[in-house]
């Protein structure tokens, strides 16, 4: 579907935060975390949503959202050794195979150019995520643009967010996104529409990602050129390519 700002609303909790497996795994959090920022120095911690649930009901979509950080998701997500544990442990203790995992909610860009083309990236080997495949601009919506800079966990911050403030990151997140990654300016996209909430299995066992349509008022060749100019996250891809696509039943 489609869906708009004033089609969403948010459910924060702390009960929807990552829940604890053994004291075992527990403990090797932070020595997986130092061990992967070792090898991919441009890591770093920060807050991230967590997002436990979705259902829709008449029109309006509800999204149930906790906090996590970008340590947990690496050290969960990203961790193809312990990710059956995980899995059985949240279906075990917790009746929710995800219960274990950070789930960062994630956003991500159906971005349209003028001439109809769809606008993707390859992602360089600087990101922790699907190195060398491509993708539409993307990342993640972040606590402290809401309300200032968070610790993990922090349950009082987050329950004292303001809903409506959260669903507007959510959607602004991507246009920063694109902006940076792209080097698009703002006043050349539209406002992002939600098309979907899809869970990404193959790269990092089922992290949702919210996807946004959003539309270009320039040409692929000017996009281009902008792309080639590069822009704050120029780092995170290598190139950029175009695809025409019809996307009228969009």
Known sequence: GNYGK??????????????????NFEDKIESIWKQRVKELPSLFNGSKFRLQSACLENGQLNLRVGLTCYRDFICTNMNRRECEFLREWG???????HACFADPVGVNALLVSRDEKFVFVRRSAEVA???GQYHGPGGH???HVVHGMLDKGDEKELEGMNP?????????????????EVNIPEDCLSWPVLIGILRNIASS??????????RCS????????????????????TEIVFVKIKVRAL
């Open 6 to 23: 004033s089609n969403i609303s948010i459910e924060l909790s702390k009960e929807f935060n990552r829940k604890p497996t053994d004291q």
């Open 91 to 97: 279906r075990v203790h917790y009746d929710d195979p």
């Open 129 to 131: 995520e699907a190195q």
């Open 141 to 143: 919506p972040e606590p």
């Open 164 to 180: 409506s403030s959260v669903v507007y990151e959510f959607f602004y997140s991507i246009v920063k996104e694109t902006r940076d």
């Open 205 to 214: 066992n089922g992290r949702p990602e919210l996807c946004f349509l959003i």
């Open 218 to 237: 320039l040409n692929s060749e000017e996009i281009k050129q902008y792309y080639h100019q590069g822009g704050p996250e120029a780092y995170e891809s």
